[in-house]
C-alpha cells in the first residue's frame, strides 16, 4: 500500500490512499463477520462496503521506543557520569516506557511485560519510597506557570492557525518521510518539514474560548503533544545510518544476494538508544547493556524471515 502511493498510482485528489474492495463477500457475511468494518466505514468514510470500496491507508502499528525507565519504572535521565540518574517521583509504565530489556519496547508480549512486570514493580516502589519518606516535597512557587501559560496563550489569541490543519500536515509528513520503507533523503527532508511546522504550531489560534466541554482546546494542546512525538521520531531516523528492523532505510539495506556486504543493521555503531531532547532538537545516545545479570543473554542477530 505505502509503494503503490509513494509510486503515484494513489487514489483520490491528493493520490494519498488506496480503495479496499470487499463487496465481493456479500452483505450477509460483512454483517456476520465483519461487522466492526462495516461501521468503520460508515462512521468514518461515509462508505458502505457492502456497496463500494474504502478508502485506506497504511498507519503505525505501534510507537517504537519510549519514556527511558529504570527496571522500577522510575523515569531516567543523563546526567554527568551517570546514563540512569532516576527523576524521584515520575514513573513511566507500560506501551509509553522503555524499560530496555530487549531494545526498544516493542509489539504485543514486550508490552504486556512492560506493564504487568515492570508495573508492579513501579508499584512496589512507589509504595516503598512513600512509606519511608511520608511526606511531600514543598512544590516552588512556579510549579504551574509553564501549565498555565501554555491555556492563556490560546487564551489571547485573536487569530492563528486551525489546530486541524497543522496537525494534518504533520501526518501527511510523517506519513510520506518516516513511514515504513524510508531513505535517507526522504528523512533529511522530513526533519525540515516538521522543524518547519513546529514554527507554526505557537501561532494556533483558539476561535472558541467557551470554558466547558471545549474540544477545539484539547485538539489545540493536543497538537502541541504531536508535534514532539513527529519531531524525536523523524530526528532520531535520520541520525540513524543503518536498517534495522522497522527502521528500514533503502539506502543501507543488505543486499539479498550478497549476505556478507557491508550495508544492513550496523551493531558496531549503532547498538545503543537515541534520546532526543526538545530543547534545540538535539540527540544524545546510551549504550544497550548486553551484560548478562542470571542468565546469558541472547546474542542480536539480523532478523530474517
Not at 210 to 238: C, D, H, P, Y
Given at each position: 500500500?505505502?509503494?503503490e502511493?509513494?509510486?503515484?498510482?494513489g487514489?483520490?485528489?491528493?493520490?494519498?490512499?488506496?480503495?479496499?474492495k470487499?463487496?465481493?463477500?456479500?452483505?450477509?457475511?460483512?454483517?456476520?463477520?465483519?461487522?466492526?468494518?462495516?461501521e468503520?466505514g460508515?462512521n468514518?468514510?461515509n462508505?458502505?462496503?457492502?456497496?463500494?470500496?474504502?478508502?485506506?491507508?497504511?498507519?503505525?502499528?505501534?510507537?517504537?521506543?519510549?519514556?527511558?525507565?529504570?527496571?522500577?519504572?522510575?523515569?531516567?535521565?543523563?546526567?554527568?557520569?551517570?546514563?540512569?540518574?532516576?527523576?524521584?517521583?515520575?514513573?513511566?509504565?507500560?506501551e509509553?516506557?522503555?524499560?530496555?530489556?530487549h531494545?526498544?519496547?516493542?509489539?504485543?508480549?514486550?508490552?504486556?511485560?512492560?506493564?504487568?512486570?515492570?508495573?508492579?514493580?513501579?508499584?512496589n516502589?512507589?509504595?516503598?519510597?512513600?512509606?519511608?519518606?511520608?511526606?511531600?516535597?514543598?512544590?516552588?512557587?512556579?510549579?504551574?506557570?509553564?501549565?498555565?501559560?501554555?491555556?492563556?496563550?490560546?487564551?489571547?489569541?485573536?487569530?492563528?492557525?486551525?489546530?486541524?490543519?497543522?496537525?494534518n500536515d504533520?501526518?501527511?509528513?510523517?506519513?510520506?518521510?518516516?513511514?515504513?520503507?524510508?531513505?535517507?533523503?526522504?528523512?533529511?527532508?522530513?526533519?525540515?518539514?516538521?522543524?518547519?511546522?513546529r514554527?507554526r504550531?505557537?501561532s494556533?489560534?483558539?476561535?472558541?474560548?467557551?470554558?466547558?466541554?471545549?474540544?477545539?482546546?484539547?485538539?489545540?494542546?493536543?497538537?502541541?503533544?504531536?508535534?514532539?512525538?513527529?519531531?524525536?521520531?523523524?530526528?532520531?531516523?535520520?541520525?540513524?545510518?543503518?536498517?534495522?528492523g522497522?527502521?528500514?532505510?533503502?539506502?543501507?539495506e543488505?543486499?539479498?544476494?550478497?549476505?556478507?556486504?557491508p550495508?544492513?543493521?550496523?551493531?558496531?555503531?549503532?547498538?545503543?538508544?537515541?534520546?532526543?531532547?526538545?530543547?534545540?532538537?538535539?540527540l544524545?545516545?546510551k549504550?544497550?547493556?548486553?551484560?548478562?545479570?542470571?542468565?546469558?543473554?541472547?546474542?542480536?542477530?539480523?532478523?530474517?524471515?
Amino acid at each position: 500500500m505505502d509503494q503503490e502511493i509513494k509510486e503515484g498510482r494513489g487514489c483520490g485528489p491528493n493520490k494519498d490512499y488506496v480503495l479496499l474492495k470487499l463487496d465481493h463477500l456479500g452483505a450477509e457475511t460483512i454483517h456476520k463477520r465483519l461487522p466492526s468494518v462495516y461501521e468503520i466505514g460508515v462512521n468514518f468514510a461515509n462508505v458502505d462496503i457492502t456497496r463500494e470500496p474504502i478508502p485506506v491507508v497504511p498507519t503505525i502499528h505501534y510507537q517504537m521506543g519510549g519514556i527511558p525507565t529504570n527496571i522500577n519504572g522510575q523515569v531516567v535521565s543523563q546526567q554527568p557520569g551517570d546514563d540512569n540518574a532516576p527523576i524521584n517521583g515520575l514513573y513511566a509504565v507500560g506501551e509509553c516506557s522503555c524499560v530496555s530489556v530487549h531494545g526498544a519496547n516493542r509489539l504485543g508480549t514486550n508490552s504486556l511485560l512492560d506493564l504487568l512486570v515492570f508495573g508492579k514493580a513501579a508499584g512496589n516502589h512507589i509504595v516503598e519510597f512513600a512509606s519511608r519518606s511520608k511526606s511531600h516535597k514543598p512544590l516552588p512557587a512556579n510549579c504551574a506557570d509553564q501549565s498555565l501559560e501554555r491555556l492563556n496563550r490560546l487564551e489571547a489569541t485573536a487569530s492563528g492557525e486551525y489546530a486541524q490543519d497543522v496537525a494534518n500536515d504533520i501526518r501527511a509528513s510523517m506519513q510520506q518521510h518516516a513511514a515504513v520503507f524510508r531513505t535517507q533523503a526522504s528523512m533529511d527532508e522530513g526533519v525540515r518539514k516538521i522543524a518547519a511546522i513546529r514554527e507554526r504550531v505557537g501561532s494556533i489560534g483558539l476561535k472558541d474560548k467557551s470554558k466547558v466541554f471545549n474540544t477545539a482546546r484539547i485538539e489545540a494542546l493536543e497538537v502541541e503533544n504531536l508535534i514532539e512525538a513527529a519531531q524525536a521520531t523523524i530526528v532520531s531516523a535520520a541520525a540513524r545510518k543503518e536498517c534495522r528492523g522497522a527502521h528500514t532505510v533503502k539506502d543501507y539495506e543488505r543486499p539479498v544476494d550478497d549476505p556478507a556486504a557491508p550495508m544492513g543493521r550496523d551493531d558496531a555503531n549503532w547498538m545503543k538508544h537515541s534520546l532526543w531532547y526538545s530543547e534545540g532538537s538535539r540527540l544524545a545516545y546510551k549504550a544497550v547493556k548486553l551484560k548478562p545479570l542470571t542468565v546469558d543473554s541472547v546474542p542480536p542477530k539480523v532478523r530474517t524471515f
